[in-house]
């Protein structure tokens, strides 16, 4: 590829990104409105609002792929959700139309069905159950990626990812933990792939208690590697398990599902 585009480049994900997808495009276009630092030999830093539609557009030009992280990634009052992750999906989608329609790769997130229960199993065509407005921002996301591929054959791996750090960092996360190098690899074989499509991706890796069935992505070749299992004895000595009436161990959302309504 020759310029891929990572939105979001200054957050959590995006950091390893920029470091882990370095060898994967000729150029690394690196997109937040938060600092960026400095831009090493292959790359093109790039302060950019995703509500702002002329600076998305100009943003996506002349790229090959994106990796669209950037938004608002936690619960949040209407007002910022609606500019980064409802406009902001807007503009993206309408710059990667005006731009030849690179295939995009969208981050979406469990909290699209953070009000599903623990013990249900869940493949990519179950029914929504957000459990905020983040999570609905996300649902608004995979309608806009679903919409685009149907009206104008625009690709996109929907990818909902579970929790996306280091390591499991709680009883939850046994379940929900997704490795770095697994989302690596789930994005080599996303832009590897002849033909993608629109598929829902659960963005897990091979963890021993799992509540997502990735059996319909088998296509792109993708196998999890990582196992949350690795964490569990640690989680174990260093923290209470949650009760069983905890929401925390009801919801696959946990915490999220207690969010309020924020206000600005
Ligand atoms: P993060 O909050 O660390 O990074 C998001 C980045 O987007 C930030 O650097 C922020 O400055 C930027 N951003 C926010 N509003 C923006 C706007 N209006 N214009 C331009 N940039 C804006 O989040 P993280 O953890 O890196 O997640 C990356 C993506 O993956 C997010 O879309 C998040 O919703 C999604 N995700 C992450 C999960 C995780 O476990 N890390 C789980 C599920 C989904
Ligand atoms: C998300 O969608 C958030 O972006 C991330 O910060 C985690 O909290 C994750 O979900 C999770 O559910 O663990």
């Given at each position: 590829m020759k310029r891929l585009l990572i939105t979001g480049a200054a957050g959590g994900v995006g950091r390893e990104m920029r470091k882990r997808l370095a060898?994967?495009?000729?150029?690394l276009r690196l997109s937040d409105i938060a600092d960026l630092g400095d831009a090493a030999p292959n790359e093109e830093l790039v302060t950019c609002d995703l509500g702002d539609e002329a600076a998305v557009l100009d943003l996506v030009a002349?790229?090959?792929?994106i990796l669209h992280l950037g938004g608002v990634s936690v619960e949040r009052s209407f007002s910022q959700i609606l500019n980064g992750n409802i406009q902001g999906v807007y503009n993206l989608y309408e710059a990667a139309r005006a731009h030849g329609m690179p295939r995009i790769i969208f981050a979406s997130s469990n909290h699209v069905v953070?009000?599903?229960?623990?013990?249900a199993h869940l493949g990519a065509d179950c029914a929504m159950k957000p459990d905020g407005l983040y999570g609905v921002s996300k649902c608004f996301g995979e309608a806009m990626a679903s919409m685009y591929h149907s009206k104008f054959g625009q690709e996109t791996a929907i990818v909902r990812i579970g929790s996306c750090f280091?390591?499991?960092?709680?009883h939850r996360m046994l379940a929900t933990w997704f490795s770095v190098d697994d989302f690596v690899g789930l994005i080599e074989a996303v832009f590897r792939a002849p033909r993608l499509g629109c598929p829902v991706i659960w963005g897990?890796?091979?963890?021993?208690?799992?509540?997502?069935?990735?059996?319909?992505?088998?296509y792109l070749g993708w196998v999890a590697k990582d196992n949350s299992a690795a964490y569990l004895a640690h989680i174990e000595s260093t923290q209470s398990r949650p009760a069983a009436d905890d929401p925390v161990s009801i919801w696959q959302g946990g915490a999220f599902t207690q969010d309020p309504i924020f206000k600005d």
């Open positions: 060898g994967m495009a000729d150029i002349g790229c090959d792929g953070g009000f599903q229960p623990q013990d280091e390591k499991p960092l709680n897990v890796s091979d963890n021993d208690h799992a509540w997502w069935d990735n059996s319909a992505g088998r």
